[in-house]
């Protein structure tokens, strides 16, 4: 031990060891904080930072910001699942119509085409007119074995008016349409009966399911 060590005031030297393990604690915390918050800024970054740019990354629209879902319009519960959805006239909606059916079809193979997780995502199609659906097309798209479930619109005019106003925002209405979980609308599709957009979009789906799980009711 030196001199100059010698003439440093006990105190004075224990306070410099007190604030030396104090500095490393805060780091030490800081690293474990960071490591904790890691997945969480991932996943938000995913999903809010990263846009579309030549393929590359989504072949989707991401929305932002993203549009608030309301279970009343659906009368059914939004929250807690990943939906796909799709707006459509039974009167139009065909077996014989390929504009239709190609949207059904693409949601129906998205579903399929996410194997153990497609228990995650639910499919709806909002039928616009009220009319009946075709019976070959129900065949094909019912809700047990190709998961897709047929809604109506809303009665009450107002609620109508705002659903309608949301599910064309941004001119995508004939557009495969995203929601959260949370739930609000944050991506939409164009249809496609192309199989590499087809895997684009499958990409799309599968990065989203694999990064955010938050908010999600698998029960």
Excluded at 3 to 24: F, G, M, N, Y
Excluded at 157 to 175: C, I, N, S, V, Y
Excluded at 184 to 204: N, R
Aim: overall charge positive; charged content about 25%; hydrophobic content about 40%.
């Amino acid at each position: 031990m030196s001199d100059k060590e010698l003439l440093i005031p006990a105190s004075q030297a224990d306070s410099a060891v007190i604030d030396a393990r104090t500095r490393r604690g805060r780091v030490q915390m800081l690293f474990l904080l960071l490591a904790c918050a890691a997945p969480v800024l991932a996943s938000y970054f995913a999903y809010y930072v990263i846009k579309p740019e030549g393929g590359k990354t989504n072949y989707g629209v991401l929305v932002q910001p993203a549009q608030d879902a309301k279970d009343i319009w659906f009368g059914v519960p939004l929250k807690g699942k990943w939906t796909l959805l799709v707006a459509r006239p039974a009167a139009d909606c065909q077996a014989k119509n390929p504009s239709c059916i190609e949207a059904l079809f693409l949601m129906r193979q998205l579903r399929v085409a996410m194997g153990r997780e497609s228990g995650r995502v639910q499919l709806f199609w909002i039928n616009t007119d009220g009319k009946p659906v075709d019976p070959e097309v129900a065949l094909a798209y019912d809700e047990k074995t190709a998961g897709l479930r047929v809604l109506n619109l809303p009665l009450d005019p107002k609620l109508k008016a705002d659903f309608q106003t949301w599910l064309d925002r941004e001119g995508a209405g004939q557009a495969i349409q995203l929601i959260d979980p949370s739930p609000a609308k944050m991506m939409y599709f164009p249809v496609t009966s192309s199989p590499k957009e087809f895997g684009s979009i499958k990409k799309d789906l599968e990065k989203l399911l694999r990064l955010n799980h938050k908010g999600e009711n698998l029960s």
